[in-house]
């Protein structure tokens, strides 16, 4: 069965860094997207980045520049690389996995934290 575990979030102070991870386990495919999403007031998600298989990385507005994504194709793990973070970044974040022709999946989630 396919399995996302993700780990890394934290505590950071405004300015700092973090480096969540998001590890899939039981996939066949090799051809996949990997993103990261974070709440919304509303209880929404909204998308902040991903990562395709082939290396094209897309980003969302207000993480642009600061945010990077990455992968590890032998770990099958992707990675979102955090940098000047502000307060209105916190939230948990939980990554997703797009297959074609099945349906999503979701890890757990992890929280990040940006306070003082």
Same mark, same amino acid.
């Given at each position: 069965?396919?399995?996302?575990?993700?780990? /890394?979030? #934290? !505590?950071?102070?405004?300015? /700092?860094?973090?480096?969540?991870? @998001?590890?899939?386990?039981?996939?066949?495919? $090799?051809?996949?997207?990997? #993103? +990261? &999403?974070? %709440?919304?007031?509303? $209880?929404?998600?909204?998308?902040?980045?991903?990562?395709?298989?082939?290396?094209?990385?897309? &980003?969302?507005? %207000?993480?642009?520049?600061?945010?990077?994504?990455?992968?590890?194709?032998?770990?099958?793990?992707?990675?979102?690389?955090?940098?000047? !973070?502000?307060?209105?970044?916190?939230?948990? &974040?939980? @990554?997703?996995?797009?297959?074609?022709?099945?349906?999503?999946? +979701?890890?757990? #989630?992890?929280?990040?934290?940006?306070?003082?």
């Amino acid at each position: 069965q396919v399995q996302l575990v993700e780990s /890394g979030g #934290g !505590l950071v102070q405004p300015g /700092g860094p973090l480096r969540p991870s @998001c590890t899939v386990s039981g996939l066949s495919h $090799n051809i996949y997207i990997m #993103g +990261w &999403y974070r %709440p919304t007031p509303t $209880n929404t998600r909204d998308f902040v980045a991903d990562i395709s298989t082939l290396g094209t990385t897309i &980003y969302a507005d %207000p993480v642009k520049g600061r945010f990077t994504i990455s992968r590890d194709s032998t770990k099958d793990t992707v990675y979102l690389q955090m940098g000047r !973070l502000k307060v209105e970044d916190r939230g948990v &974040y939980y @990554c997703k996995l797009v297959v074609s022709r099945s349906p999503d999946y +979701w890890g757990q #989630g992890v929280p990040v934290t940006v306070s003082s």
